[in-house]
């Protein structure tokens, strides 16, 4: 049974390009959650989605960032010109329903800024 | 809203003691309390978690307890190891379905 998986593990992009994002949650769990970890710090919240639809979008930066979970494919989480201070470790998490059920975390992607 | 603060931010102990790390909460309706373990470049993993109709949980080596009315839980590791040294986080859920976290605790296990 396949945990949740997220490519790529690392990112290197420089100011002003486009990084992408993708995590495919565990088999039979609909509800993605997106994370961040700046170095030395814990995670913080970015967005919440189910199968097309975002749920809480709350944690998210309202300009360049933005987040899909579609119906067949994997959920992307998009961040377009890159600045310096986007450089972090960004989680993906899963869970089969919803609040207060278990989530289950991804290996991450880290995402360097030059 | 939610907050957890979570305390100490490091500690360490020899091989064979315990640790204990505690966090409170802020919102009383929270009825969810994970702990996750996260080693060096890797993601968070899920060690144990409890839920507010029990008071205590134990899984081997670890167990979490919760007081409700102080709204504080803690995690105890007993007879430490070294491949216990790793950063560990508690969470409680907040809003629509997400979590949020302590800012973790960085415990070293001397051997």
């Known amino acids: 049974n396949a945990g949740v998986m997220q490519n790529p593990r690392h990112l290197v992009r420089r100011r002003g390009q486009e990084a992408r994002l993708r995590c495919s949650p565990m088999?039979?769990?609909?509800?993605v959650y997106w994370y961040r970890q700046l170095p030395e710090e814990g995670l913080k919240f970015m967005v919440y989605?189910?199968?097309?639809?975002?749920?809480?979008e709350s944690g998210m930066p309202k300009e360049r960032f933005s987040a899909e979970f579609p119906k067949e494919g994997p959920s992307i989480l998009r961040i377009q010109q890159v600045v310096r201070g986007d450089s972090a470790a960004y989680f993906c998490?899963?869970?089969?329903?919803?609040?207060?059920?278990?989530?289950?975390f991804g290996p991450g992607t880290r995402l360097t800024v030059l | 809203g939610e907050n957890v603060e979570q305390h100490p931010s490091t500690l360490s102990v020899q091989e064979g003691d315990s640790a204990v790390i505690k966090c409170t909460y802020s919102?009383?309706?929270?009825?969810?309390f994970p702990w996750y373990k996260q080693e060096l470049g890797k993601g968070p993993q899920l060690i144990i978690d409890?839920?507010?109709?029990?008071g205590e949980k134990k899984d081997q080596r670890i167990a979490v307890t919760l007081n409700k009315t102080a709204k504080h839980f803690s995690l105890h590791i007993t007879e430490t190891q070294p491949e216990d040294s790793a950063v560990y986080f508690c969470?409680?859920?907040?809003?629509?379905?997400?979590?949020?976290f302590g800012k973790g605790t960085k415990l070293s296990v001397k051997p």
């Open positions: 998490a899963s869970s089969p329903r919803v609040r207060e059920d278990t989530q289950y």
């Open positions: 088999k039979g769990h609909s509800h």
């Open positions: 989605l189910q199968k097309e639809n975002i749920i809480d």
């Open positions: 919102d009383s309706a929270s009825n969810y």
């Open positions: 409890i839920r507010s109709n029990v």
């Open positions: 969470a409680a859920p907040r809003g629509q379905g997400n979590l949020i």
